[in-house]
């Protein structure tokens, strides 16, 4: 598995993923893009047609009430789709991005960014800052505002000055300011703590639109520093970067819009509640505050945004899925594969294959997979014949695979993710805990290998059989007519 991904993307594939127009471009010449040309508002309606269509084809609101920009929707949601993007099968994507991980480390320097003065995503700049004029929706019925959701934030580690990336919701309070969160543990946490220290402003730029590459890589979590070229990796070239106007930090050359934006030292204000990842409300609280200095953007921009629900279950799923199989694979070569099911919430739970696991392979797996994704509250280790994406099939290896007695880890009182209901929030409100789970659905070690051999079939091409749906022919001699008789 993996392997080979990295340094072969050309032509149109590479540019898909520095490029989120050349997405839109492939999918609605390969016939993958729904186009919704009647007027939706952005408050509530779009993202409720979006909801009926989660799952399928991704989605252009073509015409948005109050904006002349049209909304982008599903990149993420459908993982063939996903795969047809990367120009791989889907479930090859995980270890692309695993692939990303490792070259990067192996030759950080590989992809140098290229850093222009004029670029798509400044093509314009807008002359009033007020972002009313953006397609911002309000997704969920009780979101507390209108909430950019699919922006990556750009953000220099104010102790070396190097850039890093990542996914931050943010609520427009004013037509120049945001509210936004910052879970416990997150890199531009540590850059905003040293910036109110100093009592200066933290520079960033939000970079909503970006290519299928750095969207996928900002939610990988605690690489750091130049986490950026990772995505370079990924892509297999550099991809450009273009100085901002107002801020000295970077954004992307291609990004469909960029807001250049301080974080203001000891600023809070509230903000939620927003749909979340757990397919719950996050809750109201005092949070850090942007102050907006300028908005540039494409001739003709596509405003991007993701629904809670499918679309962020894989954006956070691939990137688990490649940091934990990155991370567990290369302690424990039995593991091949890493899927965090939708039932996770691509967050919380976690399906580890492995071939060949030999007596105590399985508890080490639950253990290192643990380390590697904090979040994880479930681990479920399967063999090899079990379709990890198939959650029946999982189901069934932990039906009759799995005894309680022998398989079972249980982890009390250990680090929970806050935005889950479930974890216990500390007194300080800075952390959570929770108990996990491990469970080894392996097939146990010792067992009599007839018991546990799987039913097969003879394995037929059902292109060679006429097989049609409808009712039968009628059988027996044909009918007479009446006068005959
Ligand atoms: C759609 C989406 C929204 C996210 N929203 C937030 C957020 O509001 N706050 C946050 O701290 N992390 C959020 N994340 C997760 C971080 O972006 C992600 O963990 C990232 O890797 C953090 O980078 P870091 O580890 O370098 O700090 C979001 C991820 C996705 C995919």
Same mark, same amino acid.
């Given at each position: 598995?993996?392997?080979?991904?990295?340094?072969?993307?050309?032509?149109? =594939?590479?540019?898909?993923?520095?490029?989120?127009?050349?997405?839109?471009?492939?999918?609605?010449?390969?016939?993958?893009?729904?186009?919704?040309?009647?007027?939706?508002?952005?408050?509530?309606?779009?993202?409720?047609?979006?909801?009926?269509?989660?799952?399928?084809?991704?989605?252009?609101?073509?015409?948005?009430?109050?904006?002349?920009?049209? &909304?982008?929707?599903?990149?993420?949601?459908?993982?063939?789709?996903?795969?047809?993007?990367?120009? %791989?099968?889907?479930?090859?994507?995980?270890?692309?991005?695993? +692939?990303?991980?490792?070259?990067?480390?192996?030759?950080?320097?590989?992809?140098?960014?290229?850093?222009?003065?004029?670029?798509?995503?400044?093509?314009?700049?807008?002359?009033?800052? +007020?972002?009313?004029?953006?397609?911002?929706?309000?997704?969920?019925?009780?979101?507390?505002?209108?909430?950019?959701?699919?922006?990556?934030?750009?953000?220099?580690?104010?102790?070396?000055?190097?850039?890093?990336?990542?996914?931050? *919701?943010?609520?427009?309070?004013?037509?120049?300011?945001?509210? /936004?969160?910052? +879970?416990?543990?997150?890199?531009?946490?540590?850059?905003?703590?040293?910036?109110?220290?100093?009592? =200066?402003?933290?520079?960033?730029?939000?970079?909503?639109?970006?290519?299928?590459?750095?969207?996928? $890589?900002?939610?990988?979590?605690?690489?750091?520093?130049?986490?950026?070229? &990772?995505?370079?990796?990924?892509?297999?070239?550099?991809?450009?970067?273009? *100085?901002?106007?107002?801020?000295? &930090?970077?954004?992307?050359?291609?990004?469909?819009? @960029?807001?250049?934006?301080?974080? %203001?030292?000891?600023?809070?204000?509230?903000?939620?509640?927003?749909?979340? $990842?757990?397919?719950?409300?996050?809750?109201? +609280?005092?949070?850090?505050?942007?102050?907006?200095?300028?908005?540039?953007?494409?001739?003709?921009? =596509?405003?991007?945004?993701?629904?809670?629900?499918?679309?962020?279950?894989?954006?956070?799923?691939?990137?688990?899925?490649?940091?934990?199989?990155?991370?567990?694979?290369? *302690?424990?070569?039995?593991?091949?594969? @890493?899927?965090?099911?939708?039932?996770?919430?691509?967050?919380?739970?976690?399906?580890?294959?492995?071939?060949?696991?030999?007596?105590?392979?399985?508890?080490?797996?639950?253990?290192?997979?643990?380390?590697? /994704?904090?979040? %994880?509250?479930?681990?479920?280790?399967?063999?090899?014949?079990?379709?990890?994406?198939?959650?029946?099939?999982?189901?069934?290896?932990?039906?009759?695979?799995?005894?309680?007695?022998?398989?079972? &880890?249980?982890?009390?009182?250990?680090?929970?993710?806050?935005?889950?209901?479930?974890?216990?929030?500390?007194?300080?409100?800075?952390?959570?805990?929770?108990?996990?789970?491990?469970?080894?659905?392996?097939?146990?070690?010792?067992?009599?290998?007839?018991?546990?051999?799987?039913?097969? /079939?003879?394995?037929?091409?059902?292109?060679?059989?006429?097989?049609?749906?409808?009712?039968?022919?009628?059988?027996?001699?044909?009918?007479?007519?009446? *006068?005959?008789?």
């Amino acid at each position: 598995m993996g392997g080979g991904a990295v340094g072969v993307r050309r032509g149109a =594939v590479a540019a898909r993923l520095v490029d989120l127009g050349a997405c839109i471009d492939h999918l609605a010449a390969s016939g993958n893009l729904l186009r919704v040309r009647t007027e939706v508002d952005p408050k509530h309606e779009l993202a409720g047609v979006a909801r009926r269509l989660e799952g399928g084809k991704p989605v252009l609101f073509e015409r948005v009430r109050g904006s002349p920009y049209p &909304v982008f929707t599903g990149l993420l949601w459908n993982r063939d789709i996903v795969g047809s993007l990367f120009g %791989l099968p889907k479930e090859q994507v995980p270890f692309a991005i695993a +692939d990303g991980i490792g070259s990067w480390r192996a030759r950080p320097d590989a992809y140098p960014a290229r850093l222009r003065d004029r670029a798509p995503a400044n093509e314009v700049v807008e002359d009033r800052i +007020d972002l009313a004029r953006l397609p911002i929706p309000v997704h969920a019925l009780k979101d507390g505002g209108r909430y950019l959701d699919a922006s990556v934030v750009v953000a220099r580690n104010p102790e070396t000055g190097r850039p890093n990336i990542s996914i931050h *919701r943010m609520m427009v309070t004013r037509k120049d300011r945001l509210t /936004f969160l910052i +879970d416990p543990g997150r890199h531009l946490g540590e850059y905003v703590e040293v910036a109110e220290r100093r009592g =200066v402003p933290l520079p960033v730029t939000i970079n909503n639109g970006v290519g299928l590459a750095p969207w996928i $890589v900002s939610s990988l979590p605690r690489l750091g520093d130049d986490k950026h070229l &990772v995505a370079h990796h990924v892509a297999g070239r550099p991809i450009d970067l273009v *100085r901002a106007q107002t801020v000295d &930090v970077p954004a992307y050359a291609d990004a469909q819009f @960029v807001i250049e934006a301080e974080i %203001l030292p000891g600023a809070r204000e509230d903000e939620a509640p927003f749909a979340e $990842v757990t397919g719950y409300y996050g809750g109201r +609280d005092r949070r850090w505050v942007m102050r907006v200095k300028a908005i540039t953007r494409r001739a003709r921009p =596509v405003f991007h945004t993701v629904l809670s629900g499918k679309e962020v279950w894989n954006a956070v799923g691939f990137t688990a899925e490649a940091a934990i199989f990155a991370a567990v694979r290369a *302690r424990i070569p039995e593991v091949t594969a @890493v899927h965090l099911p939708h039932g996770g919430c691509g967050f919380y739970a976690a399906v580890v294959q492995v071939r060949d696991p030999r007596p105590g392979t399985a508890r080490a797996v639950i253990g290192e997979t643990f380390r590697a /994704f904090r979040s %994880l509250q479930r681990v479920v280790v399967v063999d090899a014949d079990v379709d990890l994406f198939d959650a029946v099939d999982v189901d069934w290896a932990i039906t009759t695979r799995f005894d309680a007695g022998a398989g079972l &880890v249980v982890l009390p009182g250990e680090e929970g993710h806050i935005l889950n209901p479930v974890v216990s929030v500390n007194p300080d409100g800075k952390g959570g805990t929770v108990t996990k789970v491990g469970i080894d659905a392996t097939v146990p070690h010792g067992a009599d290998p007839a018991r546990f051999e799987r039913v097969e /079939f003879k394995r037929v091409d059902l292109a060679r059989y006429d097989i049609r749906a409808g009712r039968a022919p009628r059988r027996g001699p044909a009918r007479r007519s009446r *006068r005959a008789g």
